[in-house]
């Protein structure tokens, strides 16, 4: 399965309305992003066992560890969790940032250094979303 397959078998198997708001997302997300590279994370370590909520990916950041290696990994996740939603924003280096600038104006959803959670998309500002996602894709593309 490639990777446009495998998002839409993971959108899909998603419960109404959750299913429906991570569709709307995964369009508003190819609406902001630049033209690039797509990911689908199944949340499995190498023994195939869950660790994680799987993600959907968007664009290409370069990790440098402490060690000087370097992976590829997406600048933009989303992802459905138990209470909601979660829209992954990485790279940015001030983990204060996204809750100072956007914490006040999203609606109903927890920041934190490079997460926003809540639980429907009709409860956060739209053009606040696209906002914060425009300045993280902002700060990945100057590393």
């Known amino acids: 399965m490639n990777t446009q397959e495998q998002i839409e ?5 998603q419960p109404e309305p959750k299913r429906n708001d991570l569709q709307a997302l ?14 689908f994370l199944d949340g499995k370590n190498s023994n195939n066992k869950l660790v994680t909520n799987p993600a ?17 990994f997406y600048q933009i996740g989303i992802s459905a969790n138990t209470a909601g939603i979660s829209v992954y924003i990485l790279g940015i280096d ?9 914490g006040e104006t999203i609606g109903k959803a927890s920041v934190s250094g490079y997460c ?9 500002d739209l053009d606040t979303l696209k906002a914060a996602i425009r300045y993280g894709i902002e700060m990945t593309n100057k590393e």
Do not use: C, N, Q
């Open 9 to 13: 078998t993971y959108l899909a198997s």
């Open 26 to 39: 995964h369009y508003l997300m190819l609406e902001v992003m630049p033209p690039g590279k797509l990911w």
């Open 56 to 72: 959907i990916g968007y664009g290409v950041r370069t990790i440098i560890y402490a060690d000087g290696k370097t992976r590829e």
């Open 94 to 102: 001030d983990k204060t940032y996204l809750a100072k600038r956007f």
């Open 116 to 124: 926003i959670k809540f639980k429907r998309l009709t409860d956060i």
